[in-house]
């Protein structure tokens, strides 16, 4: 299963997107196979 989070800040928004798998056990591994990074300005000075 992959999931995806955004994150907007500041001065950046981050988008991460991972790959989930689950272990006979019940217990969940992430494991990262995007981050993306995109500087912005948001407001005014």
């Given at each position: 299963?992959?999931?995806?989070?955004?994150?907007?800040?500041?001065?950046?928004?981050?988008?991460?997107i991972?790959?989930?798998?689950?272990?006979?056990?019940?217990?969940?591994?992430?494991?990262?196979m995007?981050?993306?990074?995109?500087?912005?300005?948001?407001?005014?000075?």
């Amino acid at each position: 299963m992959r999931l995806a989070a955004i994150d907007i800040g500041s001065n950046a928004a981050r988008l991460l997107i991972s790959d989930v798998l689950i272990a006979p056990n019940g217990k969940a591994e992430f494991l990262k196979m995007a981050l993306v990074r995109v500087p912005l300005r948001l407001g005014f000075d």
